[in-house]
């Protein structure tokens, strides 16, 4: 009888440890080690919005967030939509990863080590392209969209079925940073919803924010291209928040060569949000928000009336802020 071949034994270091666990995709949550590494979701769409697998319809939404992050990423952000945090009420962190191969987007949500997930994901690749080859995936008939729906929940049972032979040497992996510093582009500020702040930084074009139609007026061209950034980052933030109950703490966009560009929101009282476009090292995070926090404070003590003047001298005390970082660029709390 021919030996299997089972990742555990192609991934070199890593040791086989036997499990006989059964995976079920009709649970909400599949739970793979415990409380510490879990599944809630695994999708499939197409660059095109075609949604082609759900492995729990109570997520589906998600797969509709991701078409809309990867448009962002891809158009605005210039790069490859690649990890997103989100954050709940009680302040539990789950994770979507993503991957996108041959125009083709793959999905994963819960909670589970990097390295683990960029497996599942590139598992889920290969054999969800085996089973569409030659196919116009978004022009498929019903019975065929059944067809390999069906066939990809055995595949994705038996790509969680390996995942439990994977050591625990295969482990989490933090994201590698090529530099030092995180560069402020983008800063908005906003309560239910509404934009209260919105201030694009980003004066040399880095951010490809295009607008219908053209201005003569340099100053209108970039006021509208704020409008423009924030009703996307608001209605990222909004829609989320109000599907999973969680909101992302980051989502990270890979623009190549380890370098990276994010989304990141912090929540206050009052139903405050900051939210930030940065690249760089996304472990500056939290010395950009602690530079700006004293500058918002006094007004996030109080819900938001729907009055916008009392917060337009914030938006100076920003600038001021910025004018005095080189670059913009945060590698230190700056005193």
Known sequence: MPKKSTA????????????????????????????????KFCGITTADRTQLFASNKKWLYLLELTNNLDFIATSIL???????????????EEKCHFFEKNKI????????????????LEQMAKHFSDLIRDKDVNNLSKFEKYDIENKFKAKLI???????QLQEVFSDQEIPYVEDWLRLDYVGLSSMSIGVISLLLDDEDRLNVKLPG????PAE?????????????????????????????WIAVNLGRLNYRFLTFKKY????????????NLKKIDIVEAQLEPILINSLNTPFSGNLRPFNKLKTQIKELMSNVKGRKFTKINK
């Open 105 to 120: 987007i793959y999905v994963i949500f819960g909670k589970f080590p990097d390295k683990k997930g960029k497996w599942v």
């Open 8 to 39: 555990a034994k192609k991934l070199q270091g890593v040791r086989k440890k036997a499990r006989d666990k059964e995976i079920s995709l009709d649970h909400d949550v599949i739970n793979l080690d415990g409380d510490n590494e879990y599944f």
């Open 158 to 164: 038996f790509i969680l079925k390996e995942y439990l």
């Open 269 to 280: 009282g009052n139903d405050y949000f900051l939210s930030c476009l940065t690249e760089g």
């Open 214 to 217: 053209e201005f003569e007026d």
């Open 78 to 92: 210039g790069g490859d939509l690649d990890k997103m945090l989100l954050k709940s009420e009680n302040e539990e």
């Open 221 to 249: 061209e970039f006021e509208m291209k704020e409008s423009l950034l924030t009703a996307k980052i608001e209605a990222i933030a909004a829609n989320t928040l109000g599907n999973t109950g969680a909101y992302p703490r």
